[in-house]
């Protein structure tokens, strides 16, 4: 293994353990099956079962709620590494706290004690849903609708894209007592498996993260109690906004984890191939590939641990650099694995060799969690003002 790893970097000893850990967790438990589960769609039960017994759910929660407090570099961190050895698996992990962080952060304490010791530990799975069909990058555009009736609301409308939807005990939805409000109407409510009138559809068939499903959500009547709503009425956006500040870091890691899967698969391939009586390596023009590889993986890596580093040290309103980590970290992936392919010619293309699976799982970093379009928006809004 070369230099490329982040290895090199300061973290505290509690963050270097938790790293040591997640690589061996990831290379031993996780990786073996990364293959098989793309292949088959299937749901990475061994991976899931893997992170839980390391305790890695807990890390993003406060010590009162079950967690170690280890932070949001910490998440950053574990995700890298799982998407090292599989993104299918850090998707869903990174699921937990994305559909748990809006409990921490809006919760009351009695939602808190309900729920977060056991997502904590993983006896409990959350997800996130805020897009619907018509309202993606344009997510204070949702409709489905929250009508307060005495002490429950009822809920109409569907949800899409929600990540671990059909496995999730507990998700955190995200509707509007009033589409006219936009932002201003969005309400965020906790919806549990089994409540009547809520069913999930249809599962996607994806190009890439294949063994992280993606479904659908319908609301059909579906009576929520007052005591689920997260925050007051209104306050849902900010809610789930807050919750991206904090996940897209991490959502980050997970495309600098591929990156370098990427890098590390060309540089050994390059030492190994010969062509022209002479290992790949030795020609210039790829050593030139996998020196810009090399910078854009660690440009990434700078990027997300600033950007995480900033949410353990209470900088609130990180969302600039959140965004340029995401968005950076994202598209560095899909260029650092493209290349990777590149590096491999015929056989890179083939399914023999992981490199076409890094390529895939790619580009949905630069899609979830808000596109790099909506990002580069973001980045710009903040540049300008207004
Ligand atoms: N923190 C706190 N508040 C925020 C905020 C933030 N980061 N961003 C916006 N707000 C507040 C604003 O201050 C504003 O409040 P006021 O009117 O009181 O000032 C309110 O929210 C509305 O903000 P905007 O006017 O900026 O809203 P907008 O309609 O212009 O949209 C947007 C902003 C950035 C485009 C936003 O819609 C967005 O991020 N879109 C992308 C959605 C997204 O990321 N979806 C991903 C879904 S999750 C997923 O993909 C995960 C998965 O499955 C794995």
């Known amino acids: 293994m070369g230099i490329a790893m982040n290895d090199r ?99 009351t304490e009695a939602q808190k004690t309900k729920y977060l010791p056991r997502l904590a530990t993983g006896e409990l799975l959350a997800a996130y849903s805020l897009s619907e069909p018509g309202a993606g990058s344009d997510a204070a555009g949702l409709r489905t609708a929250a009508t307060r009736k005495g002490d429950r609301y009822v809920l109409n409308g569907t949800k899409q894209w929600c990540t671990n939807g059909d496995h999730a005990d507990v998700i955190t939805v995200f509707a509007t007592v ?44 579906c009576a929520v109690p007052v005591a689920n709503r997260l925050g007051e009425e209104g306050e849902g956006f900010t809610i789930a906004m807050q919750t991206l500040d904090i996940t897209r870091p991490a959502t ?33 023009g790829v050593q030139f590939m996998l020196a810009d590889m090399a910078m854009q993986v660690h440009a ?48 890179g293309y083939t399914r023999e060799y992981p490199v076409e699976r890094f390529m895939r799982d790619a580009k949905i970093m630069q899609i979830y969690e808000g596109t790099n379009q909506i990002q580069r928006l973001i980045i710009a809004k903040e540049l300008l003002g207004g």
Request: net charge neutral.
């Open 9 to 107: 970097f300061d973290l505290t000893e509690d963050q270097r353990l938790i790293r040591e850990l997640a690589r061996t967790i990831a290379r031993e438990r996780v990786a073996p099956h990364a293959a098989h589960y793309d292949a088959t769609e299937a749901y990475p039960e061994a991976s899931i079962r893997a992170i839980s017994d390391a305790g890695f759910y807990g890390i993003w929660l406060p010590e009162q709620y079950g967690g170690t407090n280890l932070g949001c570099l910490a998440l950053a961190l574990v995700c890298e590494e799982i998407a090292w050895a599989c993104a299918a698996t850090a998707t869903q992990y990174l699921d937990q706290p994305l559909g748990g962080l809006p409990i921490l952060l809006a919760g």
């Open 178 to 221: 009033d589409p006219k409000k936009r932002a201003k109407g969005v309400t965020a409510f906790l919806v549990e498996r089994g409540m009547s009138g809520f069913v999930v559809g249809k599962k996607e068939k994806k190009m890439g993260i294949r063994a992280s499903p993606t479904v659908a959500l319908h609301f059909t009547d």
């Open 252 to 284: 980050g890691a997970m495309a600098v984890g591929i990156g370098q899967a990427a890098l590390d698969a060309a540089v050994a391939y390059a030492r190994e191939r010969q062509q022209f009586g002479q290992a790949i390596a030795a020609f210039q």
């Open 300 to 347: 990434a890596r700078l990027m997300v641990y600033h950007a995480a580093r900033q949410v353990d040290t209470g900088i609130r309103s990180n969302t600039y650099e959140a965004s340029m980590a995401k968005c950076w970290a994202g598209d560095a992936a899909m260029k650092v694995a493209t290349d990777a392919v590149q590096v491999f010619g015929g056989y």
